[in-house]
C-alpha cells in the first residue's frame, strides 16, 4: 500500500501538472484543503524524482522517507519552478 501522496502525487506529475498553479501552490504550502493537498503530493513527487533523482520505478519499489523538512522540498521546488518568486 503506497500512501495516498505518493499515488496522487504520481498521478498529477505523469499528467503534467498539479492541481493548481506552481507559484500560487508554492504560497499556499500548508493550508489545509483538497487542491493543495494534490499539490503538495505532486511536488514531494517532482521533488523526489528531481532534485533526489529516484526513478520513477523507485517510487513504488523503495520506503521512501523525507530526511529534509518540507520547507527544504518547498524551497527546492520553488527554484526549479518559480525561480523569479520570492515564495
Sequence with gaps: MAPKWLIEGSAD????KPTIGFCAGLASWG????????FESWAKVAYLL???DVSY?????????????EDVIKAKIA???CP???I
Design 31 to 38: 493550508n489545509d484543503s483538497s487542491k493543495q493537498f494534490y
Design 79 to 81: 527554484e526549479i519552478y
Design 13 to 16: 506529475y505523469i499528467r503534467g
Design 50 to 52: 528531481q532534485v533526489q
Design 57 to 69: 520505478d523507485d517510487l513504488f519499489k523503495k520506503d521512501l522517507h523525507f530526511t529534509e523538512s
Design 84 to 86: 523569479a518568486e520570492k
